[in-house]
């Protein structure tokens, strides 16, 4: 899977104040990397549910990346 069918999935999951929040900070207007960085650094942290973080690793796994077990319960909040 190519990283732009990789965000197409992602952008397609999103609920629609995510949708609105990522357009926000992707803008057409130019800005600076600085501000780009500031901006995402002030985005509100996604909360996911299990299933979603269930898919979200096996699509990880799926393009060969991997974790340590460790990481794994740290994502899943276990």
């Known amino acids: 899977m190519s990283d732009l069918d990789r965000l197409h999935e992602i952008i397609d999951a999103l609920p629609p104040q995510q949708v ?3 357009l926000t900070l992707l803008a057409p ?5 600085e501000e780009f960085a500031r901006r995402l650094a ?3 942290e996604e909360e996911v549910d299990e299933e979603t973080a269930a898919r979200i690793l096996a699509a990880e796994a799926e393009r ?6 460790g990481e794994l319960k740290q994502r899943l909040g276990l």
């Open 29 to 33: 207007q130019p800005i600076s990397d």
């Open 20 to 22: 609105h929040a990522l």
């Open 42 to 44: 002030m985005a509100p």
């Open 64 to 69: 060969g990346e991997s974790i340590s077990h």
